[in-house]
């Protein structure tokens, strides 16, 4: 079940097979409840579905077929005004016919330009905490307002915390080969930082959900995490790497985004080739795929990255999976 929102609008299609008498349902929630309301009885082969909201609130379309299966659904990506790459993980299949959790993982890019729309928007979802994943340096050129009540904590991946804030002038190459293999070896270094996710997944289990994760351009630190927690809830490798790539329908913004913090924390004003730095903003699959490659030369997979090098015991997946699968 797919939800495009358009304005007030949202359409629902359905690439599920729907039994005849299916029956489609709204709430603020993202599960049936006494509160859901019935808006479409469907038939094995249903239309588009149309439906119009006049509030802020964010709809949740839960089906429910005749056998008594539900299937929940609602916009993935979330349209805010001082921020970009802003999702919801939910939704998601895992390997034993589980759905991941609508309203519970968001993933976005950096958040220093919210306005007071977005900090309400932020606020009408529920967002217990905030996760930033980005430096020291990058959090001091670009920091976050603050949103009262919300913790922000910042826990770097790829980088200690005490990094040194000052500004650096760097001469940026112009050979855009250049940046493609620099990418590689920052995902080789993503697969280092065990204290950082094992500091993560400790927060999530202590600070519940729903909750907020963001780096820069919600890319590559972004992607390593939204993976490894994908991976935690046993979801498939071949979904994994599709959601890692919806980044790329950004890519104009993450350029533009780099360029702002290149200048911000180097103190270089040269213009910038935009085509030359271009592979740095994009989502490629192989870019994760060194990450993934990288645990595995160590620990022989991935789940033994999270399980032995993160130290995520059965009982503490066990309890992550309990909270974020219906």
Not at 39 to 50: G, H, N, S, Y
Request: charged share 25%.
């Amino acid at each position: 079940m797919l939800v495009i929102q358009e304005e007030k609008q949202y359409n629902i299609t359905f690439d599920e097979k729907i039994e005849n008498g299916s029956i489609l349902y709204v709430d603020t929630k993202p599960e049936k409840t006494k509160a859901s309301r019935q808006i479409a009885t469907l038939t094995a082969v249903p239309e588009t579905i149309a439906y119009t909201s006049e509030t802020k609130t964010r709809p949740y379309f839960i089906l429910e077929q005749p056998n008594g299966e539900i299937t929940v659904s609602t916009q993935r990506i979330l349209n805010f005004e001082g921020t970009f790459n802003f999702r919801d993980l939910g939704g998601y299949m895992n390997e034993n016919g589980k759905q991941v959790k609508w309203g519970a993982l968001y993933r976005s890019g950096n958040l220093a330009g919210l306005t007071k729309n977005d900090v309400a928007q932020i606020e009408q979802l529920g967002i217990k905490w905030i996760c930033d994943l980005r430096s020291t340096t990058e959090v001091t050129a670009q920091q976050t307002p603050e949103i009262p009540n919300i913790p922000n904590l910042n826990i770097p991946i790829g980088t200690a915390k005490n990094e040194p804030a000052e500004k650096q002038k760097l001469d940026l190459p112009t050979d855009s080969a250049i940046y493609e293999p620099l990418m590689g070896e920052s995902y080789k270094v993503f697969a280092t930082s065990l204290g950082s996710y094992r500091e993560i997944f400790e927060q999530i289990l202590t600070r519940q959900t729903p909750f907020l994760f963001h780096c820069t351009a919600g890319k590559d630190r972004t992607g390593v995490l939204g993976a490894l927690l994908l991976k935690v809830l046993d979801v498939p490798e071949k979904t994994i790497f599709n959601d890692y790539e919806l980044t790329n329908q950004y890519t104009d913004e993450i350029l533009s985004e780099m360029v702002d913090l290149i200048k911000a924390f180097t103190g270089n004003d040269v213009p910038l080739e935009l085509d030359a730095i271009r592979p740095m903003a994009e989502a490629k699959p192989s870019y994760l795929e060194i990450a993934f490659t990288e645990m595995e030369k160590k620990y022989g997979s991935v789940e033994a990255f999270i399980e032995e090098g993160i130290g995520i015991n059965s009982d503490m997946k066990a309890c992550l999976q309990n909270m974020l699968l219906y």
